[in-house]
């Protein structure tokens, strides 16, 4: 599939100006909103409810996977070799929980930078969304932030095996938009590796929970602190 998509882009991006529209693919979590913490506890909450176990996030390292994968680990670490049927069954109980924990708005939980970059880039280009949560936990998150209008194009954990198969995903769900780049946007280093392994650039920024050290060994093409970082726009000309 990447391959094939990679064929597309370049056949495509030879009748598309310069200037033309970019596909600019967003992670959610850490990287547009910091919602980590009610995470936390619908992940708690779920677990003792079902398998009777204190369980984190921090268990394992989580940051930037898909959602069942995070699961499946997280169980592994406390003697819980769970089912797929365990697990969907788990997904959909998170969901329940995530949902009644969210504060109706949250905005406030928006990162700096955030919505005034989507709303600058929504003007010109073509947005989209990569996120390792599921379509119910992830939209919820995009609506109640009041962020979710300015996307298009959207590809959640349940719809793919991997990240990289993501973001292959979501750029062929953008076909009918005009592109002449995807450009990835993440907090961790799977959304780094990910846009790598669809031979696209990347933008990294230090609000999650991976180090700047541990970033930039995967050698970002662009590096920030924070979405308010006026070199964003300038690398997106």
Known sequence: MIKKLMKYLIKRSTKLKVDSSKLILFDVDQTLIKVFSFHEKALEKTFKENFSVKASYFDVDF?????ADVIKEIGKKHNLDLSEEEILKFINDYSQNFEEILPGNIEKYILPGAKEL???????????????STEKV?????????????FKVFCFSNEAKNRAEMVAKAIKKAQNYDFSEAIVIGDSTNDI???????L???????????????????????????EDKKILEFLK
């Open 118 to 132: 989507v709303q600058e880039l929504s003007k010109k280009h073509t947005l989209g969304i990569i996120t390792g």
């Open 63 to 67: 940051e930037g996977r898909r959602f």
């Open 193 to 199: 590796t990910s846009a790598q392994a669809n031979h």
């Open 138 to 150: 992830g939209s919820e998150i995009l609506k109640r932030s009041k962020l979710y209008d300015y």
């Open 201 to 227: 650039r990347v933008i990294s920024v230090n609000t999650g929970h991976h180090t700047k050290e541990k970033l930039l060994k995967h050698h970002p093409d662009l590096f920030v602190k924070t979405l």
